[in-house]
């Protein structure tokens, strides 16, 4: 996955093979102001995806304005874990909701 849109934002997706954020390892991390979002290679796939799902959420809090929410790890990683959970066990919503008319 190379980009995605976030509240209308092309954010560029990019695979690092090593990653901190604040001198601490990390999974993923997301520049608001250069709309781009590390990843580290070499996590399962299951896990790359929810991490690309977390970043996101850390995108789309900025994006709508709520910067106080947007780095609060203890709402982004629940809602996020969730988040992944729902469309993973939901496909038949999500292929619905990819195939309406507009």
């Known amino acids: ?4 849109k976030i509240g209308g934002i092309i954010y560029k997706v990019e695979n690092v093979k090593r990653l901190e954020d604040d001198n601490q390892s990390a999974w993923g991390v997301t520049q608001y102001e250069n709309a781009h979002i590390s990843i580290r290679d070499k996590i399962e796939k299951q896990k ?3 991490t690309i799902i977390h970043e996101a959420l850390h995108g789309m809090l900025h994006e709508a304005g709520v910067d106080n929410l947007a780095n609060d790890e203890s709402l982004v990683t629940p809602l996020g874990n969730m988040l992944y959970q729902f469309i993973v066990d939901n496909p038949k919503l999500i292929e619905k909701i990819n195939n309406l008319p507009f």
Do not use: E, G, L
Not at 1 to 4: C, F, N, Q, V, Y
């Open 1 to 4: 996955m190379k980009k995605i």
């Open 48 to 50: 790359y995806y929810q």
